[in-house]
């Protein structure tokens, strides 16, 4: 697949046509991670935490078109901050806000010794709601663009041409309402009474209608403001309260996507099914991961990783779904398992809940938390627990891989990568490593069987021998340096240009040749003034 890079960062302009192993090297700031992210940018459509977050804002847009879930929200609110929700007036200031935001609510009123009874009912056209759909659409299109743009001010990315414009256009949902559901959401205690709602949706011909009744039961006959405790408060003020509604239309509305991934490949004219980012700072994503799960607000990292970079909250989601599905994901296990044997150590998954699982590795019959253990294990796991999220032929961008690796790791991370070629993972990795240029330039070059290649792999990791795992790893990447497309660039000047694989050496400028030779050099100059 070839991607033309116009004006991105320092580069100028430049085509770069992915293999299924692609290096990037060259000095810093010379475009490289540029690079990696506008690639991502470009094909963002195929990752499935971007697809979501798209549906997401396509039914927070459209759910806003009943006004439901913003009503029994904001009843809830009212709550929270001790207000008497049973009062005539506040009722009707409920009724005016609703209809301000264009929404024809009507509202019956009751008031009985036990409590209040609000209902509140709307009858929504469904030519009504195509027409905020096709306002939906408008968003895709803005935020698509958006992405593609994003890696700097005036930049561009080209994929043939106009199509990606063709694509999101023909992005378009569509709603499915099914019969007709009545049920009850979990009751909302607080102090001094407790909240029923009851909510029915009607499927009338081309109109919809949703009905939810709120009863309010407070204590004694007459209603009186309701005692709230700070505790209740905050609970029902956290960020997560209002969605507590949400399940609901979530239900009934199914959303139905027009462009489904398959078309989305055809168009941009793609082999892979997923993509995904693997930034430089993932260590630090990972130590922060069970912290979050344990405080239960994991949901919110989307929301403080939201920037830009949409990249980072891509990849915690890919994580977290990962360590989820690690123990179906045999192979990627398999390795993960032989890489830390040789480090005597293993990674462990511990389920609280289905919802919630913590990340964990145990030292000698000792368990420990990732903040304990050593970076390299660590990023060990930032890299490849993400890949048993994805579904091959995947697109695996990793930004400077030997980060945080002891030398002997960069080489086994890279005959790792080029193993995974064999399982349908193509990888492009920028790197400042001259070991791992140097090692890949070897391979391509020579040939090496795996007897030769696992002749080395002994030596550097000190191993009699090597696990068997370890073993079918270097079979794969015999198969790979001899049958695969394996491409390298090099970044300078605002310039990319194709460098032949097979001529990389430890003399590649742009990686650690030039400062250790210069601290060598020093070295001796210094002895010689001893």
Not at 73 to 90: F, I, Q
Request: glycine share 4%.
């Amino acid at each position: 697949m070839k991607f033309k890079l116009v004006n991105i960062g320092p580069i100028r302009d430049a085509e770069i046509e992915l293999g299924d192993f692609t290096l990037f090297l060259g000095l810093p700031s010379t475009g490289k991670s540029f690079a990696l992210r506008s690639i991502y940018s470009s094909l963002i459509m195929l990752d499935d935490v971007y697809l979501r977050a798209l549906q997401e804002k396509i039914f927070n847009t459209n759910a806003g078109a009943v006004g439901v879930d913003y009503i029994t929200a904001y009843l809830d609110s009212l709550l929270a901050l001790g207000n008497n929700v049973c009062d005539k007036d506040l009722i009707n200031e409920i009724v005016n806000v609703v209809n301000n935001l264009g929404y024809n609510v009507k509202s019956i009123f009751s008031l009985t010794q036990e409590g209040c009874n609000i209902t509140l009912k709307e009858e929504a056209n469904l030519i009504k709601i195509n027409e905020i759909i096709s306002e939906a659409g408008k968003i895709i299109t803005e935020s698509v663009i958006e992405n593609l743009k994003s890696s700097v001010d005036g930049s561009s990315v080209e994929i043939n041409g106009e199509e990606i414009l063709k694509l999101v256009e023909r992005i378009r949902p569509t709603f499915k309402v099914k019969g007709q559901i009545s049920f009850s959401l979990p009751d909302f205690y607080f102090s001094g009474g407790k909240r029923e709602t009851t909510v029915t949706i009607n499927s009338r011909g081309d109109v919809v209608e949703f009905v939810v009744n709120e009863n309010i039961k407070l204590e004694g006959k007459e209603p009186s403001r309701v005692a709230v405790t700070e505790k209740d408060a905050k609970s029902a003020l956290t960020p997560g309260f209002p969605s507590f509604h949400r399940p609901f239309i979530f239900g009934i509305l199914e959303l139905d996507n027009a462009l489904p991934k398959e078309v989305i490949k055809k168009i941009l004219s793609t082999e892979y099914n997923s993509v995904i980012f693997i930034p430089y700072n993932r260590t630090q994503l990972v130590l922060s991961y069970n912290e979050l799960q344990r405080e239960r607000i994991n949901y919110l990292l989307a929301k403080v990783l939201q920037s830009p970079d949409f990249s980072l909250t891509s990849y915690i989601s890919h994580f977290d779904s990962g360590v989820k599905k690690i123990e179906n994901a045999e192979h990627i296990s398999e390795i993960i398992n032989a890489i830390y044997d040789l480090v005597k150590i293993k990674m462990e998954v511990a389920k609280l809940t289905p919802a919630i699982t913590l990340l964990r590795y145990r030292v000698e019959n000792k368990e420990i938390e990732p903040f304990y253990a050593s970076a390299m294990v660590n990023e060990i796991s930032s890299i490849l627990l993400p890949l048993a999220d994805l579904q091959p032929p995947a697109l695996v961008l990793i930004e400077e891989l030997e980060s945080q690796l002891h030398p002997a790791y960069q080489v086994l991370l890279l005959l790792v990568m080029l193993s995974l070629v064999q399982h349908g993972y193509k990888f492009v990795i920028s790197t400042h490593s001259d070991l791992i240029a140097a090692f890949l330039g070897d391979l391509v070059r020579y040939e090496p069987n795996k007897e030769k290649i696992a002749e080395i792999m002994k030596k550097i990791l000190n191993q009699a021998s090597l696990p068997l795992t370890i073993e079918k790893i270097i079979e794969d990447v015999e198969k790979t340096i001899k049958e695969s497309n394996i491409k390298v660039y090099y970044f300078e000047n605002g310039t990319v240009t194709e460098f032949p694989a097979r001529d990389l050496t430890y003399n590649v400028p742009g990686v650690t040749k030039e400062v250790i030779d210069s601290i060598v050099d020093w070295e001796f100059e210094l002895k010689g003034d001893e």
